[in-house]
C-alpha cells in the first residue's frame, strides 16, 4: 500500500495480484467485484505524484477486474462495479 496513494499503486506495481485476487472472489461465488478504483481519483492522486496518471490508472482497474471475470466466471454473470473515494489523501506519513 502507498501511503498517499493506497491501493492505486498497486495497479502499476502488482497488476497480477491485483487481476487474481478479484479471480478469487469471483470463484469464491462473488456477484459483483469492485474494480480498485477507490483511491484513483485525482484528488487522492496528485500528492502521491500519480496526478497524471488518473485515467489510465482507472483503465487499467476495470480491464485488470474484467480480465479476471473473463478467466474466472466460467459463463456466471458477475458485475464490475467501480468506487471513488471522497476523502482526500493524508498530507503526512502520519496525519
Avoid: Y
Avoid at 505524484?49 to 488518473?54: E, F, K, P, S, Y
Avoid at 482507472?58 to 468506487?83: D, F, I, P
Wanted: proline letters at 3%; a positive charge.
Amino acid at each position: 500500500m502507498h501511503g498517499f496513494a493506497w491501493s492505486a499503486a498497486a495497479l502499476d506495481t502488482h497488476p497480477e495480484t491485483v487481476r487474481a485476487v478479484h479471480e478469487d472472489c469471483i470463484r469464491a461465488g462473488a456477484d459483483v467485484i469492485i474494480a480498485t478504483t477507490f483511491s484513483t481519483a485525482r484528488h487522492v492522486l496528485e500528492p502521491a505524484g500519480l496526478g497524471d496518471r488518473v485515467r489510465a490508472l482507472n483503465l487499467r482497474a476495470v480491464a485488470l477486474a474484467q480480465e479476471a471475470h473473463e478467466k474466472a466466471a466460467a459463463g456466471r454473470a458477475v458485475a464490475v462495479a467501480g468506487s471513488i473515494s471522497s476523502f482526500r489523501a493524508r498530507v503526512t506519513p502520519t496525519g
